[in-house]
């Protein structure tokens, strides 16, 4: 919960450290420890979320009103978020921004704004601004590549309208498109891809395809700040991507840039993901504040482990994964005994993401499967064994798209496990979920058993309960109350009624496979963004965010 009244303010600050114990770093209570912070919209992932792990390390985090930001319902404020950075940056010794945010209102806005290129340029030139008047401020920004998904589905925001009806084409025109460039065609294919652009009406293909020349010329330009040192450190993610699609084809054009502008690893990353950017550009943050370089080791479930490329990526997670170690500012040893922090991969065998739960509601009756599969009993077994020698680890639960894998988390469940983690994250796509528990493991080692308890039970109920299990049996009591399925993707007008019963189950959940904490006793489930894809969970007054939302 943001405050904006100073004096509430501290007297929140005061209860929550009453009630949440925090281990604070050296020169952070002193106002060295200050951090600016612009997330690419307000959900709840993005925002207090994000900031909910680094204020466990005692860190003053400022970021700005909530009414600047991008919402469900509404694009963000750029030029109104720029006076606001310009106006809280002094004493910061770091930023970590969204130039979506800053530039188009958004990360959802970035894929449908109508912002003119001398707008764009204008507010482009901010960012030098923003350098010239603090040369000693750390700037770490995260952008992105605009995704291509493979349809549109009726009642979803994230896309323009005509994506609906128009989206599997233009998604299928651009994966030849990207293949014709890498590999060739064979003339069935030319055909086809003729064919598929025949299909789009002239006006849309050229929305479509404008908007995206538009962006990726901003983004290069922000490339060229980085090379000349207006930006310290810079992230352009793939979100959402497929080894071919037209994200993909501007991915080469990006390295292409990146490699022309002579930009080191050091100071630039393209990596497929997006919403777990933040969180890792924090974690960086810390390290470089606290002049640490923590090494992380990396273990991967049996089968093709590390050489799985999940579903919304076009490349192997080992390849992600050690990137985000990249951009934490950690660095990626073998031996587990010798690191600061191990993370456990649970994939499949065979390399699939799997999709056992999370359907386009159909109103049927949802059983979760607790039986688990050969892949997931070793993954119990590679996690025991590391519990074992008392090694601080945390899971990334990649198995299944969207959500845990239940018969795994039944099994830690059952062996007590859950709660010796230092870290746990499958709350979306592999390189959100693993970023997140990359990035929280990594700062979990400066933190009180009570702060990683709390988080840990916040990932477990949103990725586990709700994400895995009672997203989708609302999903149907939707369809089995109302009869449209896409009150799944826009409530509309049956949000509480949602909400109200997200809070039921969940609530029943928890006491069903949590530990009894007084925190988790009648907490409510919110759906800000008017959907059933995210959720926050509100805890009573001793856990809620003590983020400075500085108007």
Not at 225 to 246: F, H, K, V
Not at 327 to 337: F, T
Not at 464 to 477: K, L, S
């Amino acid at each position: 919960m943001f405050r904006t009244c100073k004096n509430f303010f501290r007297t929140m600050i005061l209860t929550l450290l009453s009630c949440f114990t925090t281990t604070t770093l050296t020169n952070a209570a002193s106002g060295d420890g200050k951090i600016l912070f612009i997330p690419h919209d307000d959900r709840p992932i993005s925002y207090h979320q994000t900031v909910e792990v680094v204020e466990q390390l005692g860190y003053e985090i400022i970021a700005p009103p909530k009414n600047l930001l991008n919402d469900s319902e509404t694009m963000g404020q750029p030029d109104e978020l720029w006076n606001w950075l310009f106006e809280n940056v002094k004493g910061a010794k770091s930023a970590v921004i969204s130039s979506d945010s800053l530039l188009y209102g958004g990360l959802i806005p970035s894929r449908k704004h109508e912002v003119t290129e001398e707008i764009l340029n204008r507010r482009l030139e901010n960012f030098s601004k923003l350098r010239q008047e603090n040369p000693d401020l750390k700037i770490y920004i995260f952008d992105s590549l605009m995704r291509t998904p493979k349809q549109g589905t009726k009642g979803d925001i994230e896309e323009p309208e005509y994506y609906v009806r128009h989206g599997a084409n233009i998604f299928q025109y651009s994966m030849l498109a990207d293949k014709k460039e890498i590999y060739g065609l064979s003339l069935s294919e030319e055909i086809l891809m003729r064919d598929l652009k025949n299909k789009i009406p002239a006006e849309i293909f050229s929305d479509w395809l404008a908007r995206r020349k538009k962006n990726l010329a901003a983004t290069k330009k922000i490339i060229e700040m980085t090379a000349n040192g207006e930006i310290n450190y810079l992230i352009i993610g793939r979100d959402d991507n497929s080894p071919l699609s037209q994200t993909h084809r501007e991915y080469r054009e990006i390295i292409s840039c990146a490699e022309k502008n002579n930009l080191p690893k050091t100071k630039f990353q393209c990596m497929p993901g997006i919403d777990e950017f933040n969180l890792l550009l924090l974690t960086r943050a810390v390290n470089e504040m606290r002049g640490e370089i923590p090494k992380v080791s990396v273990q991967f479930n049996k089968g093709k482990g590390g050489e799985t490329v999940p579903a919304f990526s076009d490349e192997k997670i080992s390849a992600s994964i050690d990137s985000a170690i990249t951009i934490a500012g950690a660095k990626k040893i073998s031996r587990a005994n010798d690191a600061d922090f191990v993370l456990l991969v649970n994939t499949d065998k065979d390399g699939k993401t799997l999709w056992g739960h999370n359907p386009v509601p159909d109103g049927r009756t949802f059983t979760p499967n607790l039986i688990p599969s050969d892949s997931t009993k070793n993954f119990a077994k590679l996690v025991e064994k590391n519990l074992e020698k008392n090694l601080p680890i945390g899971i990334a639960d990649i198995n299944f798209a969207n959500g845990a894998d239940n018969a795994l988390m039944k099994i830690l469940q059952e062996k007590n496990f859950l709660f010796r983690l230092q870290s746990y994250s499958g709350w979306n796509t592999a390189t959100n979920s693993t970023g997140f528990a990359l990035a929280t493991g990594i700062l979990a080692k400066n933190m009180s058993e009570t702060s990683k308890q709390k988080l840990l039970a916040r990932r477990l109920l949103d990725d586990w309960g709700y994400q895995a299990n009672v997203r989708t049996i609302v999903g149907n009591e939707i369809v089995k109350n109302f009869g449209d399925a896409s009150l799944y993707y826009n409530f509309i007008d049956k949000r509480s009624w949602a909400e109200n019963l997200n809070t039921k189950l969940l609530n029943d959940f928890a006491e069903k496979n949590l530990p009894h904490f007084d925190f988790l006793k009648n907490f409510t489930v919110k759906n800000p963004w008017n959907r059933m894809f995210e959720c926050d969970i509100e805890f009573g007054s001793c856990i809620d965010s003590g983020i400075r939302d500085k108007s």
